[in-house]
């Protein structure tokens, strides 16, 4: 029997195919067949002494049927590995245990059509950011004989890398969409749990609501949950009231993304006001507040000179009454919270902001904001305690929308968790070379 891939490549003995090709031992190669672009190997396993499970005794060879498998590309040709396997009977008559199926981890796992190195492969590649398609173009095969095989060994892959689990004394907790239902184009949330000291996604959730995430939450170990010392959230109500009652040792903190957000979005709303006020129309081109829109909203120690002397000019000609402005200054004001050195001068800032903000002469768009800060008042302050904030979540909420815009879309929600876990929950890759699925 011979083997030529390319005329540099040439195997003359089947021991030289079975360890190029297959490298298991108590397997041997029954024959080799290469037809255009077609390359099948067709493999056995060594019957000896197969003993029944049930009453021990010599088991008997029924018959040998032919199962066909995807393998691992040989030099860029296509590789089918067909398995002759052995159904197996008991001739004892009082046995319970009639026929089996002899079967080997370490070809293919049960109901995966990929041999094993070939699915472990598949699993690297999708994980790391290749769609199905891509993989099993390069395969010769289908779409979901190659999903199907990631799905397993994806899961089996996160199951068994509990490590990743155990790193964080911090997480986030964020909803993403996931899909629209309907024709009235209802929208399906899930929820995004974040290591958001290490940065990787602990887990999604296929719901949003209360008792679903609580209920997760409540099924780690206990130690997981003892070790977890701060919560980050995003002002919803709902994920606040899962960290205090399941995990009510943990401290809140709301993110500053989202803090900061708010005071801009309040200072928007002030100055579309004003300008309706004044001209009686939304802004326009040459309106002051409209060509103002944008340096209001950007940091004060990012103008120069020049911008400052513009935004001050601007608001003389279209805030008259200096509401815009003071919502600008209310909007620093919150920023400096966020640049205080110590948790103290921190807490006196944000006290000091919210009396200002909840006086009756503030713009009434000041005085919601003022009574927000006011609720959340102490998760807001919890920033300065340890620095954590939902943003590490909101980050890996992009690589989880890069996977779904790769996968054109979603139905099966186990499918784009395994897929969101591969990439953004930085498994350990290497326990992938130790699963046995069977």
């Not at 964080?168 to 996931?178: H, N, P």
């Amino acid at each position: 029997m011979s083997l030529q891939t390319r005329s540099t490549f040439v195997l003359t003995h089947p021991s030289e195919i079975l360890q190029a090709l297959v490298g298991l031992k108590d397997v041997r190669v029954l024959h080799y067949k290469r037809e255009g672009p077609q390359v099948e190997l067709m493999i056995e396993q060594v019957v000896d002494d197969i003993r029944c499970p049930s009453c021990a005794g010599h088991a008997q060879v029924k018959e040998r049927p032919v199962v066909a498998y995807v393998d691992l590309p040989v030099y860029g040709t296509a590789m089918k590995l067909s398995w002759k396997k052995h159904r197996l009977r008991c001739p004892n008559p009082t046995c319970a245990r009639r026929t089996w199926v002899l079967s080997d981890h370490r070809i293919a796992a049960k109901n995966c059509l990929l041999t094993t190195r070939a699915a472990k492969w598949a699993t690297v590649q999708v994980g790391g950011g290749r769609t199905v398609s891509e993989v099993a173009a390069e395969l010769d095969c289908d779409w979901h004989t190659v999903n199907d095989a990631v799905v397993t060994y994806g899961k089996a892959l996160l199951e068994a890398d509990r490590k990743r689990l155990n790193k964080t004394t911090a997480i986030g907790l964020d909803e993403t969409s996931f899909r629209r239902l309907g024709s009235r184009g209802y929208t399906a949330y899930a929820t995004t749990v974040a290591d958001v000291e290490n940065h990787q996604i602990i887990d999604i959730l296929p719901s949003r609501k209360y008792t679903d995430v609580a209920g997760w939450i409540d099924k780690q170990p206990e130690a997981w949950k003892q070790r977890i010392a701060f919560g980050a959230l995003d002002m919803s109500d709902t994920y606040a009231a899962v960290y205090s009652v399941i995990l009510p040792k943990a401290r809140q903190v709301v993110d500053a993304f989202h803090a900061i957000s708010l005071a801009n979005r309040a200072l928007d709303d002030v100055r579309r006001r004003v300008q309706v006020q004044q001209l009686g129309h939304r802004g326009r081109r040459d309106d002051p507040l409209y060509r103002a829109r944008r340096v209001l909203l950007r940091g004060e120690e990012k103008l120069d000179t020049e911008a400052t002397e513009r935004l001050a000019s601007l608001l003389e000609l279209g805030d008259p009454n200096a509401e815009v402005a003071v919502a600008y200054r209310i909007k620093e004001r919150l920023r400096d919270f966020y640049r205080a050195r110590d948790a103290f001068e921190a807490r006196q800032i944000l006290a000091e902001l919210l009396r200002h903000c909840l006086k009756r002469a503030m713009p009434p768009e000041i005085q919601r904001l003022g009574k927000t800060i006011r609720r959340w008042f102490d998760k807001i302050c919890n920033y300065h305690l340890a620095k954590v904030s939902n943003g590490p979540t909101e980050a890996l909420n992009n690589l989880v929308k890069r996977i779904k815009r790769i996968g054109f879309g979603f139905r099966n929600f186990e499918n784009y968790r395994i897929r969101a876990l591969l990439y953004a929950g930085k498994p350990n890759w290497r326990v992938l070379s130790s699963i046995v699925v069977r």
